[in-house]
């Protein structure tokens, strides 16, 4: 397909030298014609500008400076970018080869898609296979009411949207893409692909499981922006098992928990 349009791909970094290179080897290993890498490493006292050096030639954009965590990284890295379609790679997670060619070949196929995701792969720390995670299309009942089940580094979406839903939100430190999904389901539309776009490492030592009680927190002020008067619903433990009882049929009657779900889970 000749009209692919440009994919800006940001990678936020603070000393992950352990995982940054395979990172960035995922990223230009793709070969997509149009393509534009920025990189943003908040400082690192480790081995990770050395790395990145190395990849600058692919490179729009890096720097390697104190930059407030994470979401701040990313919102930099953003403003850099100047391609159609936006995503991000967290330092220790790896695209799977093609993603970025399906992706682009997507959103050429589907002029009225603001964004779209894949499933995912979940590993150890030192790449073994935890299991997969198939997933359902985007439904905002079943987002609010559960857990934010969209696969971050398998989901692309037009610069359009972003932009008319205000950007990445500095405020939130765990659940800012749980936030910028919400907001791009206010002004636009989610589609899903069920194809493997990502592998997202699974691990003691990751931000998600120190610091969980963040995560909880700032999922339940997301959550709480469309309550009426903010004040959660006296109905609210019941539209969750509502829910998450439709997520568990849905996913079953679609084959998301196959033979090697279940392996992986250990269901029987």
Not at 2 to 14: A, D, E, R
Not at 98 to 106: C, L
Not at 149 to 156: E, L
Not at 235 to 240: D, F
Request: glycine share 6%; aromatic share 14%; net charge positive.
């Amino acid at each position: 397909m000749n009209t692919l349009p440009k994919i800006s791909v940001v990678v936020p970094s603070f000393n992950q030298a352990k995982y940054l290179e395979l990172a960035l080897k995922s990223i230009v290993d793709q070969g997509y014609p149009n393509l534009e890498l920025i990189v943003i490493d908040g400082g690192s006292s480790d081995e990770s500008p050395h790395i990145i050096r190395k990849y600058e030639s692919y490179m729009k954009f890096w720097c390697s400076e104190p930059d407030g965590g994470q979401t701040q990284g990313i919102i930099k890295g953003f403003s850099h970018a100047t391609g159609d379609i936006l995503c991000f790679l967290n330092s220790d997670d790896l695209f799977e080869p093609r993603s970025f060619q399906e992706a682009g070949e997507y959103f050429a196929k589907h002029p009225d898609a603001d964004a779209v995701y894949g499933n995912a792969l979940w590993i150890d720390a030192n790449g073994k296979p935890l299991r997969p995670q198939k997933e359902i299309p985007f439904n905002r009942f079943i987002f609010l009411y559960t857990y934010n089940y969209v696969p971050g580094m398998s989901m692309f979406w037009r610069r359009s949207v972003y932009d008319r839903a205000g950007g990445l939100n500095p405020a939130f430190q765990m659940a800012f893409d749980a936030d910028l999904w919400m907001r791009i389901s206010d002004h636009g539309t989610i589609r899903h692909v069920a194809r493997q776009w990502s592998r997202m490492r699974f691990y003691p030592e990751q931000k998600s499981h120190r610091l969980r009680e963040i995560t909880i927190r700032e999922d339940m002020m997301v959550r709480s922006r469309y309550w009426k008067n903010k004040a959660m619903p006296a109905t609210y433990q019941l539209r969750r098992a509502t829910a998450y009882s439709i997520r568990i049929v849905w996913k079953l009657l679609t084959g998301c928990y196959g033979l090697s779900y279940r392996r992986h889970m250990k269901i029987t």
